[in-house]
């Protein structure tokens, strides 16, 4: 994030060979998608911003953001330097209607008007209309985020089959790139950046260890089955059955709004294993 996004591996590809792959091209156009620029979506969004608001301050790029439905990062963008426009739709599903075609179209319509150069995709998700810009209008690099472990199982489906346009994939460490490179993605094509947060303003405090012999661990985040919180739980369990002292503190809210069938599960989880008293 921050400053330290200026220094991620693929604008540097971005940028190589310019008067080979570029054409001499003086500006490099980076085109955006995210379905909703919103901070209450979780890291993902707050990612990708601070990745393209780094990438705006470099002289020879400019940033554009194609979104779905506005959303509270939107102003923070705009006075920043990255240009927003809001198109129908990017997401590609098996079964679509007439007038779901249309909204994918008109998208592409208008996101090829900003004549993009690099198109990068902050999920896997949206690969497949970016497949198809590079194709249909001669984008020159789509680079995609890989932001979550891959499915269990690979599908020839419309996201595996634009997966081999991708001409880079970015991971935040190691795992994550053996992960999808198991899945079936080369490793060669995958780089790792590794998330990072900017901590010059922040004041270091000191930490004398656990008071009375009590390990404390805190999450702070999205409660989602997806981020493993109720791994935590059991962990916390398994380790007060086994003597140790250990308290769990969870902060955060359900998102989306289906996911508050999980977070009963993880109230009764809590009282199944008698640990209300350290959850």
Not at 130 to 146: D, E, F, Q, W
Not at 234 to 255: D, M, T, W
Request: glycine share 8%; hydrophobic share 35%.
């Amino acid at each position: 994030g921050g400053p330290l996004s200026l220094d991620c591996s693929w604008i540097t590809f971005c940028g190589e060979h310019q008067e080979g792959v570029w054409g001499g091209c003086k500006k490099i156009m980076i085109l955006a998608f995210d379905e909703e620029p919103s901070s209450l979506r979780g890291g993902q969004e707050l990612s990708l911003k601070d990745i393209l608001i780094g990438l705006v301050q470099y002289e020879k790029t400019e940033v554009s953001l194609a979104h779905v439905r506005p959303g509270d990062l939107l102003a923070h963008y705009q006075d920043t330097g990255v240009r927003c426009f809001q198109v129908p739709r990017f997401s590609i599903q098996r079964k679509f209607s007439v007038g779901q075609w249309k909204e994918v179209f008109d998208s592409m319509s208008r996101i090829a008007r900003e004549e993009p150069t690099v198109i990068y995709c902050n999920q896997i998700a949206d690969t497949p209309v970016g497949a198809l810009l590079k194709c249909s209008h001669r984008v020159n690099r789509l680079v995609c985020h890989l932001r979550l472990p891959p499915p269990e199982t690979r599908q020839l489906n419309q996201i595996g089959l634009s997966a081999r346009k991708v001409d880079r994939f970015i991971v935040a460490n190691l795992n994550m790139k053996e992960a999808w490179s198991n899945w079936g993605i080369e490793a060669k094509r995958i780089s790792i950046v590794p998330n990072a947060f900017v901590i010059d303003d922040y004041q270091a405090l000191s930490y004398e260890g656990p008071k009375n012999d009590i390990l404390r661990i805190g999450y702070l985040g999205r409660i989602a089955e997806s981020k493993g919180v109720h791994v935590a739980i059991e962990s916390v369990a398994k380790l007060n059955q086994s003597g140790h002292r250990c308290h769990l503190y969870i902060g955060g809210k359900p998102f989306p709004e289906g996911e508050s069938v999980y977070l009963e599960r993880l109230n009764r989880l809590i009282r199944e294993f008698n640990i209300a008293d350290c959850v």
